[in-house]
């Protein structure tokens, strides 16, 4: 049987009577036989029931219960805070406890847009920096543009400031962009391929209307860098001409138009112009740690990897051109044979590494040459 101590303690001040549930510590109470107990200011002995027990104990886990509610935030007190975040930072930086209070708790009846990464110098993530900020681009298009609403919000959370949410979700790579619908958990879909489609600002753009039915239409600053090139340009043209105005003859020089139709080729031909318009990273950390130069699918493609396919299609060329010119040529027969063999070699090695690209690329290619 349990006993409850009702102690009537008297101060100073107040005469009356405090009520004190429990066996109070520095009290001086203590147990006289089995199941009694003194209290030298005064103790009454009240008998409780089981049930009374038990009815004790549910109505202190009720309190508890409220307690732990009214720590909670409303649906209307969280949509009303983000608004207001919002309002002064398109982009909302959480960490591991705003994520779970903002993202994953439930009710929601808006969207967010996460992004995952690592900002910290010491990580050394520049692929993540450039991602911010087309990030940020798409974030500040949405807060400043006329549809507008609480529908719709973005946060980013940093690896150093929420290690637990990577952990949570799984994570080993930045950066990572996912949505978190309304109702119900994220999909394979909720997660932007960027070695598919990159993350260009127009590219999250619209990838954020496919899952969430908002169209944002983004706002780049104005880049005057292109048009600054292209006045140097012009003015070392002019320049030029100015100096050179007594011998033009340099503009009818075959080798300098030749050279400039093969550069452009080259240019062309290994993807530049892709690049310039869907904007994907330079290079990407594999899930081993590794950096991945080629893109592992025909649907993406890295810029670094346009270097690479430029380099050796002008070494294809370059072989070509040595080859032909040890058949035309009327010199040593010797120097004609070193000529040919190396043309022949690079012609052979660079071409052997283009198949080998494309095979990586495109899976179930069954052709190849010297390499695999």
């Known amino acids: 049987m349990r006993y409850i101590l009702i102690c009537k303690l008297k101060t100073k001040k107040n ?16 147990p006289v036989g089995k199941m009694s107990w ?25 309190l508890l219960s409220l307690a732990e509610c009214k720590k909670e935030l409303t649906l209307s007190e969280r949509v009303q805070q983000l608004s207001d975040a ?32 690592a900002l910290a110098p010491s990580r050394q993530c520049g692929i993540c920096r450039h991602a911010h900020d087309e990030f940020q681009l798409v974030a500040n298009s949405w807060r400043y543009s006329q549809g507008y609403s609480n529908k719709l919000y973005f946060s980013l959370v940093d690896f150093d400031e929420g290690p637990d949410v990577f952990q949570q979700l799984r994570l080993n790579s930045a950066p990572v962009f996912m949505h978190f619908p309304p109702k119900g958990k994220p999909k394979k879909v909720d997660t932007l391929d960027i070695q ?19 169209q944002i239409r983004v706002f780049r600053p104005p880049n005057y860098s292109g048009l600054l090139a292209l006045v140097v340009l012009l003015a070392l043209v002019v320049g030029l001409l100015y100096l050179r105005k007594n011998n033009l003859d340099f503009l009818y020089n075959k080798t300098t138009w030749a050279l400039g139709a093969l550069a452009f080729t080259f240019a062309m031909t290994s993807g530049q112009m892709w690049n310039h318009i ?11 740690g590794n950096i991945a130069y080629i893109h592992g699918s025909s649907q993406g493609q890295f810029i670094v990897e346009t270097y690479i396919v430029a380099l050796l299609n002008a070494a294809v060329a370059l072989g070509m051109i040595l080859m032909v010119e040890a058949a035309n040529k009327r010199d040593d027969v010797r120097k004609r044979r070193i000529y040919a063999i190396i ?14 690209i494309f095979r990586s690329k495109a899976h179930g290619y069954p052709y190849s040459f010297l390499l695999k």
């Open 15 to 30: 005469r009356g009577e405090h009520k004190a549930i429990g066996r109070r510590r520095g009290s001086h109470c203590r």
């Open 38 to 62: 003194r209290l030298s200011l005064g103790c009454k002995q009240t008998k409780m029931s089981p049930s009374e027990i038990l009815l004790l104990s549910f109505g202190v886990l009720a």
């Open 86 to 117: 919002a309002l002064k930072k398109p982009v909302l930086r959480f960490n591991g406890d705003k994520f779970k209070q903002y993202v994953k708790g439930t009710p929601r009846n808006y969207s967010m847009i996460v992004m995952f990464t």
């Open 196 to 214: 598919r489609v990159g993350f260009a600002a127009e590219n999250i753009a619209r990838w954020v209307a496919e899952r969430t039915d908002i």
């Open 278 to 288: 869907r904007g994907p990273p330079f290079l990407q950390k594999t899930q081993s």
């Open 343 to 356: 043309g022949l070699g690079l012609y052979a090695f660079c071409f052997s590494l283009l198949l080998s």
